[in-house]
Every structure is written in C-alpha cells, then in structure tokens.
C-alpha cells in the first residue's frame, strides 16, 4: 500500500477518478483546476494525453507545494480520429453510431509530482474496447439518460449502462474508467 | 433496456451482482437459497459452472414461481485447475503466490429462465486476467485487509485494493466482478 507523510492531491474534477483512488485506500484531497483542452482530431493519441497531463500539473504546481500531485486526461480514439465529449444529445448519437460495432482505443495520460523532491513521471495506458452491435433504440434511449454528455466518447463503463454496449475489453479496465490503478500505483511508488 | 411486467429476482448473495444490476437499471428483488456447491479441482471449467448456475436456478424455482430467475457462479482456473474461495488467510496467501505475474482465467456461469414462458438459456462467460508480479508484503497486506476471503481465487477486482495487482484483462471485465453484463442483457431479452 502506498504509505507516505507527504499530503497527496488529486488535481481532477472527475467523480470517476476520485472513486478509484480512494479504492485502493488512498489518503487524498481533490483539487482541481480549469485548464483548456485544446486538440484537433488528428493529434497524436499519446502525445496528446500526456501533455495534457503534464499541462494539469503545471497548472496544479502553482498553486499546491510540498505535496504529491496527481493529474490525468482521458481521451477516445476511433479510426485514428480522437473523440471528445460529445457537445450535445445529437453529438452523442453520431459517437455511439460510430463505435457501436466496432474496437476503439481509451488512452488515459497521467502525471505523478512528488512536491518536495521535485520527482516527475508522465506516463500513459491504453485499452482496447470492443463495443457489441447497438440499435438506433437502444443508442437514443441510453443519451436521453443524460448519462454520457459529460463522458469522452459518449459512453461510462462503470456505474452507468454504458456497461451493456462492452462486449470486450484488452488492457486495464480503470483506465476506460478514467485511471489506470495498476500502472498509477507503481509509479507513485517511484515517486515516494 | 429490459421493460417487463414479469417480476424479476436474483437468486445469489453476492452484493457485488446485486450492485451489477442495479448499474444496468434493473429492477429486480433478492431472494438468494443455500445449494451446495462441490467441485473437483480436475472438472471442466465450462460444465462446472453452467452445472452450477443450473442447480441454482432448480433450487430458486421451487421457491419463486412466476417470476424471471437470474443465478450465476463465478470460478477461477489457473494452469488448468480450479480455485475457490480461501478457507482462511493461509490459503489466501497460497492462492495470491500461485496468481502473481502469472494469467488466469475467471469463469462465470449464468441461468436465465422466464416462469411465465418456462424459455431457459443457461450460458456462461470467460475473461482472462493478467496479474503483475506481486511482493511478498504485499500479499499479506493485502490478506490482512480482510478483503480476499470471501472472493473466488482470494481477490476482488471491484471496490476493492486487489484491482491494483491486475496489469489487464481480456473480455468482458464484468465477468471478473461476478456477472458478464453485455451478455446476461442479451440473454434477458431473448427470454422476454
């Protein structure tokens, strides 16, 4: 387990992300930052996520000392082009449209800062996704929920129906979730 | 999503399955009933677990008249023999050691059946899991934690510290926490 006297932070808004360290039995407090997130759909998947970690981070150092520090961006990826969150409940339609049927790709970039021996990785997880064959029904029921309009690519895996489009997956499922625990926890380690 | 008129129950104890299908928003009662579950370690995985979900769905209809049932069983295989729940910290710890860095497979089997039909589908779902080398420190932690002895295999991967230790998984993820949701959906529609 990850034990420490130095404060821990978790610089994201996402509920999701926030659920899952305090999983692993993490002692943390959230504090989040407005940063732009600016891409064009053809950027490169893992250069893209890691800058925009790093990017929270630089944003997060200035205003947190002496602590350790956790930033994250997740981002979808269907046919090389990146999808973001969707704007509206018609956006939403076309992105479930897009993936339904088909793999994608989740790519969550991370960063862990270690606020007093100025020790910084960046680093990153992807996971395959393999979504079933959707109908127009179930597609326009699901957005009506409301459910995915705050979620990168249209959708949630955990504790929301998105669940029931999944057919498969390859690689760490927290990462679809927002934060790859597996890898994050060996790199805080590295951190300490 | 699943609209019926038809009572539905969940014939299992598992909080964890109960939690699965609120996710997928249905609504379902809890009714779950004592069925010895004898395995040999040697049995085939596929027909062990479908056996199982079948002797849970007997034991239910004798008590649950129409109504829709769901059971399932969860099992773990690894190098071709299967591993239950931990008798105590001991066998957790031996459980842990044979799973670290290694692969092994999580086997779910489930029982559909419609009392106003009689339709039955029994079926069942594989997920390979990858776990990272573990430490010695940290299998006992993790053991010491209380969390692995009433889980298949002595980990939990949901809302639990085990999600740590696995590096990936390939299939349905769900699977792994108790119940396949993308396939146990299809299968309650095809009943309905």
């Known amino acids: 387990m990850i034990q420490t006297d130095i404060p821990i932070f978790l610089a994201s808004k996402s509920p999701r992300r926030k659920k899952l360290l305090r999983q692993i039995g993490l002692n943390f407090k959230v504090k989040a930052f407005d940063v732009e997130e600016n891409f064009s759909v053809n950027d490169n998947p893992v250069k893209l996520v890691k800058k925009l970690a790093a990017?929270?981070?630089?944003?997060?150092?200035?205003?947190i000392v002496n602590s350790i520090i956790i930033t994250a961006d997740t981002i979808v990826v269907r046919d090389k082009k990146i999808i973001g969150k969707p704007k509206d409940e018609k956006e939403a339609i076309k992105m479930l449209g897009l993936l339904s049927g088909n793999k994608h790709y989740v790519y969550t970039g991370f960063a862990v800062f270690n606020g007093v021996s100025g020790k910084t990785i960046i680093d990153y997880e992807k996971t395959?996704?393999?979504?079933?064959?959707?109908?127009d029904d179930e597609i326009t029921e699901y957005v009506e929920t409301g459910q995915p309009l705050d979620k990168a690519g249209a959708y949630g895996i955990q504790e929301d129906y998105g669940a029931v489009f999944v057919e498969r997956i390859s690689g760490d499922y927290y990462n679809v979730v927002g934060l790859p625990l597996a890898k994050l926890y060996l790199r805080l380690k590295q951190v300490l």
Do not use: G, P
Request: some cysteine; proline content about 0%.
């Open 128 to 135: 395959c996704v393999k979504f079933r064959e959707l109908s």
């Open 55 to 63: 990017d929270k981070l630089e944003a997060a150092k200035n205003k």
